[in-house]
């Protein structure tokens, strides 16, 4: 497949992989990217084949490097320059993933880098990828359980060694392992009603009459998609802003938070905006919601969402959610943290390469402090919700446990109609989603007391 300037595929997917690196973008913002600079009949479904590798290489890349380093033999992938490690990437999950014929899998890429680099180079991946050819993956995997049975679990279900090591001293061996299977497994949509341009029983109807079979969640405007014909974000009413695409576990938080008409809500972390939005349709556009963000790129974004999906009480303000002040104190406030989003591997599976202590030791320190500017922000006996996407316990309970002690919160003993408990003495007064036992994210949710 060529495209304009005679780009091929494989060089493509390096580009947008190597964004995703070097960027820290999701997959989904940096296929955008590239493929703006993309154009020719091919365009379309050169996307659609890019996203389904870039996908996959993404999810399966510590088993993808593991592969790499075993017959490079003295040097790492990760000592290659990015863009080169990354067609190697391509090359070995065509031939060990894919089913690709590694002769075909090994010119596709081979042909790139002599046209990127040099034939030294061009030489080098030909010879790394001959050698992928003959590589077992089984028996090497076979005397790496024997050797460090951690690391095993960790290249077989391609996740960080770290989450690895928590889920298990979390949950118990069984069902970490449920937990790593489910991770890996077709991400699962669901589609939430936007109440100013339907009602649910509509929404399902319509998507029975378009192809898609869906069920009922325990959240009540949300539907679960389990079949689909066409994909449902090439329907009219998802164009026109009928229905919104938001995981079940983010749709509940809004309800937990319970609205009412005419408040003054604060969302200090609002981008993309699915919890904003959900709050302003359950207030049916009345009163304010400011809705704070550090980056301007996505504030723009919410903007053009906001116009299709006909919210108009929502304010947006670039600012900080450590550091924002307004003159006027909220009657509620919601806080999705920004987080280690270790709870959404299923559906970005790029973040799981993204952390390690360090950094989710830096995170934490930025969601206690958007727990404090909360506290000041929030009147006397206002309520909030905190949440994140992760399953860590010292970005949730622990938080939460600091916000009663340190800030000066009071936790609400919420009566959550589903999902899981948490950990720790405050455990039975927080939610807890978890892909393998609810087929959404992983999430936690806690309601808060000024």
Not at 143 to 172: A, M, T
Not at 344 to 357: A, G, N, S
Not at 425 to 432: A, P, Q, S, T
């Amino acid at each position: 497949m060529e495209l304009f300037y005679r780009i091929t595929l494989h060089e493509l997917i390096a580009d947008v992989l190597t964004l995703i690196e070097e960027r820290e973008l999701s997959s989904k913002n940096a296929l955008e990217r590239v493929f703006n600079r993309v154009s020719g009949k091919d365009r379309e479904r050169a996307r659609g084949l890019a996203h389904a590798y870039v996908f996959e290489i993404e999810k399966w890349r510590k088993k993808i490097d593991f592969i790499a380093n075993s017959v490079l033999k003295g040097t790492k992938i990760g000592d290659l320059e990015l863009y080169l490690a990354n067609l190697l990437r391509i090359g070995i999950f065509e031939m060990k993933f894919k089913g690709v014929n590694p002769a075909i899998a090994t010119d596709s890429v081979v042909r790139v880098v002599k046209e990127k680099y040099d034939l030294n180079r061009a030489k080098f991946v030909n010879a790394v990828l001959r050698e992928t050819e003959k590589f077992d993956l089984e028996k090497a995997l076979k005397k790496l359980k024997e050797k460090d049975r951690i690391e095993y679990l960790s290249v077989k279900f391609s996740h960080p060694r770290w989450y690895v090591e928590y889920v298990i001293d979390l949950l118990g061996y069984e069902s970490a392992i449920r937990l790593l299977l489910s991770n890996n497994r077709p991400q699962r949509y669901y589609v939430r009603v936007n109440p100013l341009k339907t009602d649910i029983d509509k929404l399902a109807e319509y998507l029975e009459e378009h192809g898609v079979r869906t069920a009922r969640t325990p959240v009540d405007d949300v539907l679960k998609i389990l079949e689909y014909e066409t994909p449902i974000t090439h329907l009219d009413w998802y164009k026109e802003g009928y229905f919104v695409i938001q995981d079940l576990a983010s749709a509940y938080v809004a309800h937990v938070l319970s609205p009412e008409k005419g408040e003054r809500i604060l969302d200090l972390a609002a981008a993309p905006g699915s919890k904003t939005f959900h709050v302003a349709h359950l207030m049916e556009n009345t009163g304010e919601i400011v809705a704070v963000d550090y980056s301007l790129e996505r504030l723009k974004k919410m903007e053009a969402k906001m116009k299709v999906l006909g919210v108009k009480n929502v304010r947006l303000v670039h600012a900080d959610g450590m550091k924002f002040k307004d003159k006027e104190e909220f009657d509620r406030i919601i806080l999705d943290a920004p987080c280690s989003s270790s709870g959404t591997y299923r559906q970005f599976p790029e973040v799981k390469w993204r952390f390690d202590e360090n950094k989710i030791k830096k995170v934490i320190q930025v969601q206690k402090a958007m727990l404090r500017n909360a506290y000041r922000n929030l009147r006397k006996d206002g309520e909030m919700t905190y949440s994140t996407c992760s399953i860590r316990v010292d970005e949730n309970e622990e938080n939460i446990k600091y916000a009663i002690s340190r800030v000066g919160f009071e936790l609400i003993n919420y009566p959550f109609e589903w999902g899981e408990r948490g950990f720790t003495e405050i455990g039975d007064k927080v939610f807890r989603s978890f892909t393998h036992l609810h087929d959404c994210n992983s999430f936690f949710i806690a309601k808060l007391k000024k």
